[in-house]
């Protein structure tokens, strides 16, 4: 491993998936509309952006007490995953600056994960677009007992690494994540997307990842401004 604390690099990169690297919770927001209108129930943005960022056990169980349809958790996710896989497959929408990012912390040698919510056959289909080795990596929401806003998907991504949480670095954009994210103890950059993040001790908020260095990843964690990010929001 190349990059670490010493050289002021973080010891791995921590990656959540959509809305962080992939611009893809527009197209769980459709699936989830389709489904609901497919077996007669309504559903709303509200009810949508609530789910945000939750592990979609959870999200299911909310379609079916909000709206009635007749379908398991299980039927649910299935649905939802195959039209977000099948929109994914047409185009994969990078966030700004996130595989720029991506690209610089392989070429150092730091090694990323993707710690996401989505299942694995969702996971692959991103990382499959990607050049071989972009992740060392991946945590996914079908391969944990407990999903975001616990701490164990980023509790394992750190240990998958062999590195301490506290010298990583995690990339999120949800109040779920960053939840999650910080409980495990790493430092996190919050990058609000669809969402708003609240204020959460041991994150910083960032207006893009566009323009961010991986020499300024620990350094802007710790609540510092990287130039051309936007502004820092600290909460410690």
Known sequence: MTGGPLDGLPAAVLWDMDGTLVDTE???????????????????????????????????????????????????????????????????????????LLEELVGLGVPNVLVTMSWRNLADTVVGALPAGSFAHQVTGDEVTHGKPHPEPYLRAARLVGAEPADCVALEDSPTGVRSATAAGVPTIAVPHIVPVPPTPGSVQLSTLAGLKAAELRWVAGGAAAPGTGPVMAAR
């Open 26 to 100: 527009p197209y769980w927001i459709a699936a989830e509309h389709e489904l609901v209108a497919a077996h007669g129930g309504q559903w709303s943005e509200e009810l949508a952006h609530r789910l945000v960022g939750n592990a979609l056990e959870v999200s299911a169980q909310v379609i079916i007490d909000q709206t009635g349809i007749p379908l398991s958790v299980a039927e649910v996710i299935d649905a939802l995953l195959q039209r977000v896989i099948e929109q994914v497959r047409d185009a994969i929408p990078w966030r700004p600056g996130a595989r720029e």
